[in-house]
């Protein structure tokens, strides 16, 4: 079964810095997509960033981006320039291209700090 | 702007009782996906529907039903509340050739005394 870590539940930023939030999985495919959701106090969750994994660049959305290791199975995520609005729970998941199933890690509590 | 809806916020119930919760999408999505999401765990995946009267099961279907009547309208059943399905269930949607959830609901916070 596939599984996804994040090894840190809680990080913290100094408002401007960068930070990076790190997630391992386990497939035995060599075809699959990788996501990071936020997940604010308001509690809807957003999609932050997606990655293909047959795409050897790294994603970005703006301040967000991704430094994908496919041999390593590691795929963190780097938030330049924090914001106090970056503050959130932050979950990596991992989805096979053939079903919808997808599984989510545990989360990693972001505080920023002013 | 688009909108997942959750009927409720806030859910208490007893041990036994069959628990419904509603989901309503204003975006026409073929995809429609219930999880539950507990603390050290993440979310994990209950039930998704792709179409009207279609459905998968998830990761953790136990103890649960689905009924998709109407494309806008997804519904998780509890058939016989325990209190081990205390959670927050989160209600997903997104366009048939999206892989991903990509609007949530705000979830319901459901308790089982």
């Known amino acids: 079964a596939q599984t996804v870590t994040q090894s840190q539940p809680e990080m913290s930023v100094q408002e401007a810095e960068t930070v990076t939030l790190s997630c391992t999985y386990d497939?035995?495919?060599?075809?699959?997509?990788l996501f990071w959701y936020k997940q604010p106090p308001s509690r809807q969750m957003i999609l932050v960033i997606r990655?293909?994994?047959?795409?050897?660049q790294n994603a970005t959305e703006n301040r967000f981006s991704v430094n994908f290791q496919k041999a390593a199975k590691s795929f963190s995520l780097k938030i330049s320039d924090s914001q106090l609005g970056d503050a959130a729970m932050y979950f990596c998941?991992?989805?096979?291209?053939?079903?919808?199933?997808?599984?989510f890690g545990a989360g990693t509590r972001l505080t920023v700090k002013p | 702007d688009v909108k997942v809806t959750q009927s409720s916020r806030y859910l208490v119930k007893r041990t036994g009782e069959k628990v419904f919760l509603e989901c309503v999408q204003d975006m026409d999505h073929e995809n429609m996906f219930w999880y539950r999401q507990d603390p050290g765990l993440g979310l994990r995946l209950i039930y998704f529907?792709?179409?009207?009267?279609?459905?998968e099961k998830g990761d953790i279907p136990e103890g649960y039903s689905v009924s998709r009547e109407k494309k806008e309208r997804f519904s998780l059943i509890l058939e016989s509340a325990s209190t081990n399905q205390t959670s927050m269930y989160l209600c997903a949607s997104s366009l048939g050739n999206r892989v991903q959830p990509q609007h949530f609901g705000d979830g319901t916070r459901l308790s089982i005394l």
């Open positions: 529907s792709y179409d009207v009267k279609m459905k």
């Open positions: 497939t035995s495919e060599s075809d699959y997509y």
């Open positions: 990655q293909e994994a047959y795409k050897q």
């Open positions: 998941a991992y989805r096979r291209i053939r079903n919808n199933d997808m599984r």
